[in-house]
């Protein structure tokens, strides 16, 4: 007997046929889901995408349980509106992992958004805001927003 089913968003809800299931998931897979759910069967998401970009694809769903995001860091239920529980980088060691990383591509994320260096955008940001949602908040320096609940650091490497 299946007690619940845990699925990934990325590559499994969510592919990258613009328009068919990015994005946003297909409405055929979001009605299935939404069945398997109704009969009984409790269905979450968990992923490594930053929690405001996979509850946009959550409530396209339309399921309302818990769900885990940022990589593990945020377990909410964005249809009700609710963070249950955050898991906070240290700002000690944040602090010391940016002055490593200063001049690196790197994108610090909370619940409602991330940030980046403004003297760091460049034509990856765009792509970047698309896949999730929404545009970094350009800052001039990271120091001027450690004192938010910090869920995840992202640094890409950009190749040319």
């Given amino acids: ?4 089913i ?12 613009v328009g068919v299931n990015f994005p946003q998931p297909s409405k055929k897979v979001s009605e299935t889901i939404r069945k398997i759910h109704d009969k009984g069967i409790p269905v979450s998401f968990l ?18 349980n818990p769900h885990i995001a940022d990589g593990g860091a945020v377990i909410f239920n964005p249809i009700q509106n609710d963070i249950i529980h955050v898991s ?6 944040t602090r010391r992992i ?16 991330y940030y980046l260096k403004e003297d760091l955008e460049n034509s990856f940001t765009k792509k970047y805001s698309r896949f999730a949602g929404k545009s970094p908040k350009l800052i001039s320096a990271f120091d001027s927003v450690l004192q938010e609940n910090i869920t995840k650091m992202l640094k890409l490497l950009l190749i040319a």
């Fill in 88 to 93: 906070s980088l240290p700002t000690e060691e």
């Fill in 47 to 64: 992923s490594g995408k930053p929690s405001f970009a996979a509850a946009e694809n959550i409530k396209t769903v339309g399921i309302d």
């Fill in 1 to 4: 007997m299946i007690k619940a």
């Fill in 6 to 17: 845990v699925l990934d968003i990325d590559g499994v809800i969510v592919g990258n046929n």
């Fill in 98 to 113: 940016l002055k490593d990383l200063e001049s690196t591509y790197l994108c610090l994320f909370t619940t409602e958004g």
